[in-house]
């Protein structure tokens, strides 16, 4: 089993910076993807990005490409998602998830394949 907590979270005016950060801990060993989804109220978890535990690829959803980076800190067993040029639409409930089975590339970008969830941390907006 794989414990994450998140932290980082916080208000900001658009146009502002967070970083979100994720530490895992537990059978870290067992993890292929870490990923980072969002929800708000009565919408579905969104998709926002994910990474291989390696480091070595990362992908994003159309939204937050070119504005936001998630990143693996490989001795803290940390990661991270550094949001630039945030926006109002960006308000929600940010969640990070571990995942232990091995797909293809793409469907990590569901959060059915993830099977170990942080307790989320809110992100707000302000326009």
């Known amino acids: 089993q794989v414990q994450l907590v998140e932290s980082g979270g916080g208000l900001v005016q658009t146009g502002g910076s967070l970083r979100l950060s994720c530490a895992a801990s537990?059978?870290?060993?067992?993890?292929?993807?870490m990923g980072w989804f969002r929800q708000t109220p009565g919408k579905e978890r969104e998709f926002v990005a994910a990474?291989?535990?390696?480091?070595?690829?990362?992908m994003y959803a159309d939204s937050v490409k070119g504005r936001f980076t998630m990143s693996r800190a490989n001795v803290k067993n940390t990661v991270y998602l550094q949001m630039n040029s945030l926006k109002p639409e960006d308000t929600a409930v940010y969640y990070c998830?571990?995942?232990?089975?091995?797909?293809?590339?793409?469907?990590?970008?569901?959060?059915?394949?993830?099977?170990?969830w942080g307790q989320g941390t809110q992100v707000t907006v302000s326009s």
């Open positions: 998830a571990a995942a232990a089975p091995s797909y293809s590339y793409s469907r990590y970008t569901s959060a059915s394949v993830y099977d170990s």
């Open positions: 537990g059978r870290t060993f067992t993890i292929n993807y």
């Open positions: 990474i291989r535990w390696s480091g070595t690829f990362t």
